[in-house]
């Protein structure tokens, strides 16, 4: 019975997690840093907006398409990965993070539609490092960062072999 109520417990700390990470990326303060990169360097150009079907005119609400850089794309996944550390049985905090894929321009046809898959396999890779204590302790240390994003490549290479890298955004971690 107790095993049954932690495992609701951390259910809920998930789901609310992800709604509290959700509203807040999607609130018009925050700001997309990926845009604002792509911005940066051309104020004349709308950056490009992303969605289900781009038409090339800047259409869409700004997730879930590739966008261009120099020969490459970067795909902004539509959410946040929300991430629960466990301690003792407990959830003990969550991290949010924030990914994009970099692909060439040639590699980058059908992303979209590999959404869900690549989000599985993303997850899986996280939940795997929260459970090795990759989120526990010192989360920002170059040695943990890099193994963090080495695993999420492993990762998002099981779905889509041509994806070069895995981007973080945004890392955060919420303690309980």
Partial sequence: MKNIISAVIMIVFVVGGAVAADFLKSSPSSGHASQAASSANDSHHKPE????????????????????????????????????VMEKGKVSALVIMDLNLELDQSDADGVYMLEPKLRDALMR????????????????????????????????RTVKDEVQNVLILDIARQDQ
């Fill in 125 to 156: 890779g996280l939940l795997s490092l929260s459970n090795q204590g990759a989120f526990s302790g010192q989360m920002t240390s170059p040695e943990k960062y890099e193994v963090v994003q080495k695993e999420l490549l492993k990762a998002a």
């Fill in 49 to 84: 907006k992303k969605g289900k079907k781009s038409s090339g005119h800047g259409e869409g609400d700004g997730h879930g398409e590739p966008k261009s850089k120099g020969g490459k794309y970067y795909y902004d996944f539509s959410r946040q990965f929300v991430v629960p």
